[in-house]
């Protein structure tokens, strides 16, 4: 009985890790909120892994991890990216609500293209359910959404990062951060193959490509600290873009 509860046990925590970081969001603390985005993200990794090596894997679990997901990798990059918006200083509006009660609300309509990210990644997790439970597929079919949050936590960072000071008025203009959520949410949901990196299973030239990736990213994140993952997730998206590419010229040869 204590066995079967191990897989639930770690899908809470990451679904407690992603409250937590949301809690963060609206006090800007925003090194705190990838610390328990990341926690998260392991959880999730967890969860699964414990599932499949114990042979408990039920559809009741794959549920229970989707709505964890929703948090921690849906709901969360939202509030980030909806916080950054707020942040930047962008012009609030006064609805007032006499009408209806005695009071007025005050609202940064900008804030609503951070939840593009939320219905994106909740679009993109309801599929992943339905086109399979295979946890140690080669491929997905499209970026999935922790490597989405991932980008977005990390990209406060990156932002204030001493390195990066020079591209700091680019990331934070209202069109790059609108186009950011644009289009991380039409890879999410697109049909580009992204590869696993949970298994090293495929051939060499599969293999080439997860291992470069995993190099990469870790000297990227060495050399930059926690600003990195956001670089790491775009070399990710790089790599992917130029195997599906050769995957395309193979079948077309």
């Known amino acids: 009985m204590t066995k079967k509860i191990i897989p639930s046990f770690f899908t809470f925590l990451n679904l407690i890790s992603g409250c937590i970081a949301i809690y963060f969001v609206f006090s800007s603390q925003f090194l705190i909120v990838f610390i328990f985005l ?3 993200v ?9 599932a499949r090596i114990l042979d408990l894997e039920t559809d009741f679990g794959v549920q229970l991890d989707s ?3 929703v948090i921690t990798s849906g709901f969360l990059p939202g509030v980030i990216l909806s916080q950054i918006f707020i942040s930047n200083g962008n012009s609030s509006t006064v609805i007032d609500l006499s009408f209806f009660v005695d009071e007025k609300i005050e609202f940064t309509p900008l804030l609503l293209c951070g939840f593009i ?3 994106a990644a909740v679009n993109r997790l309801a599929k992943f359910n339905l086109e399979s439970n295979d946890n140690n597929q080669k491929d997905f079919k499209g970026l999935p959404a922790p490597a989405m949050a991932i980008f977005f936590g990390s990209l406060p960072l990156l932002i204030e990062s001493p ?6 008025p680019i990331l934070l203009s209202n069109i790059t951060l609108i186009f950011l959520a644009i289009f991380f949410s039409f890879l999410m949901n697109s049909n580009f193959a992204f590869f696993s990196l949970k298994t090293l299973k495929g051939n060499s030239f599969d293999k080439t490509f997860k291992v470069t990736t995993f190099l990469i990213s870790v000297g990227l994140i060495f050399y930059f600290g926690l600003a990195g993952f956001s670089l790491a997730i ?4 790089f790599l992917n873009f130029i195997k599906n590419i050769l995957d395309n010229k193979k079948v077309r040869d």
């Open 234 to 237: 775009c070399f990710y998206i």
């Open 163 to 168: 390195s990066f000071l020079f591209l700091k």
């Open 117 to 119: 990210l939320t219905l």
């Open 42 to 50: 392991f959880f999730d990794f967890l969860d699964g892994f414990f």
């Open 38 to 40: 990341l926690l998260g």
């Open 67 to 69: 709505m964890a997901d």
